[in-house]
């Protein structure tokens, strides 16, 4: 065969990556193989099954890229009402499992999560509403939108699922705020919140008694946020996952104990290593530097992100390039938080690290979203 006729791998990979934003990708493909690298650590018997979930979020990502944003943003209304109805027929027959009632079968070989799809839909959904308004943006504006917002959250919420609920409302609080909400709103939603916090940390030993109910939180929820002021109240319990975790991340020191090394992570005192926890891994076997390693992808994905908003052709593509860039952030400051102390654990992955199908395929397809938007050209 001739020279010319001969067909290296490599062509085909830059073939179909060619349409794609190149530095994007690479962030993204960078990101899976460090995670792929700690999920070996962790939980080796998990890589293939990891492999076939990467390669599932790859293929959907590409899928997604090639969609125009303005047939996205048009298909953004059947994608949220899907996706509520969806959340109520779970409320209504949906599956328990664990104390949790957040899926649906569908017959007897198919299971789904509904909350999942309000991952996407939501900011879709209110970069659509805001496009469509785009010159006459008022507070009847905010308040159809925060009602849009609400539904779902408290749909999810309810199951109870609070990671997920979290992760859905900033998606979409991340669009109004970025279509011009006034900080006039939000500072004083601020300042109660951290007046709460205060109230709760100053008082915390007579509200987290047993006969003391919180209003609007489910009893393991209460806990969490106990759990999370003293972890010692419980440390073969509830504050087991963060003491475990906290003394992983602190014996890691500056180059850690080497890969596959980490004796909270291979002696099993650390638990959901492989998935919620694997931030703790990285820190204990490679230490600050790994983990400086991951913040430094990290924050060249957020910078491209916010790069792709920047340049982005119309207003519902700024908003919804710039939620999508902030959900990121969103995971990655939730687990790091939850992992390291400072937040109660709530169930959320470290984006593109965590071992699993669900999150991966979803973020990749943020991914795509952002590719999809980083293509369009602007319009005449």
């Not at 962790?42 to 944003?69: D, K, Y």
Request: with cysteine; aromatic share 10%.
């Amino acid at each position: 065969m001739s020279r010319r006729g001969r067909f290296h791998p490599s062509q085909l990979f830059e073939s179909l990556s060619r349409p794609l934003d190149q530095p994007l990708l690479l962030i993204l493909l960078a990101l899976l193989a460090y995670g792929t690298l700690l999920i070996e650590s962790a939980a080796p018997e998990l890589l293939g099954r990891q492999f076939m979930n990467i390669a599932l979020s790859l293929l959907g990502m590409w899928v997604v890229a090639f969609i125009s944003t303005r047939r996205l943003l048009a298909l953004a209304p059947v994608f949220y009402c899907v996706g509520v109805a969806l959340l109520i027929a779970v409320a209504l027959f949906g599956t328990v499992s664990k104390g949790a009632q957040r899926w649906l079968d569908i017959g007897s070989f198919l299971r789904i999560q509904p909350s999942e799809i309000m991952k996407i839909a939501m900011p879709l959904i209110l970069a659509w509403f805001f496009h469509k308004r785009e010159n006459s943006i008022g507070w009847w504006t905010f308040l159809l939108a925060a009602l849009l917002l609400v539904g779902p959250v408290y749909l999810i919420a309810k199951q109870p699922d609070l990671g997920t609920a979290i992760l859905v409302c900033a998606s979409g609080f991340f669009v109004i705020f970025f279509a011009g909400l006034s900080w006039k709103l939000i500072a004083p939603c601020a300042l109660v919140g951290v007046a709460a916090i205060i109230a709760i940390t100053t008082s915390g030993n007579q509200l987290c008694q047993p006969d003391v109910n919180w209003p609007g939180l489910k009893t393991y929820q209460k806990e969490r946020i106990c759990t999370l002021l003293d972890p010692g109240r419980d440390p073969l319990g509830k504050g087991f996952h963060t003491i475990q975790s906290t003394i992983a991340i602190g014996s890691g020191g500056f180059t850690g104990k080497g890969w596959k090394q980490g004796t909270q992570t291979h002696l099993a005192f650390l638990p959901e290593r492989h998935t919620d926890f694997i931030f703790a891994v990285l820190s204990e076997e490679l230490g600050l530097i790994g983990v400086l390693v991951l913040l430094g992808l990290y924050m060249a994905l957020l910078a491209r992100g916010f790069m792709i908003a920047a340049r982005a052709p119309t207003f519902g593509a700024k908003l919804l390039a710039s939620a999508t860039t902030m959900v990121f952030f969103t995971y990655l400051f939730v687990n790091i938080g939850m992992v390291s102390g400072i937040l109660p654990v709530v169930g959320v992955p470290l984006p593109f690290i965590s071992y699993g199908g669900t999150a991966v395929v979803t973020l990749c397809l943020g991914v795509g979203i952002l590719m999809g938007i980083a293509r369009n050209k602007p319009e005449r």
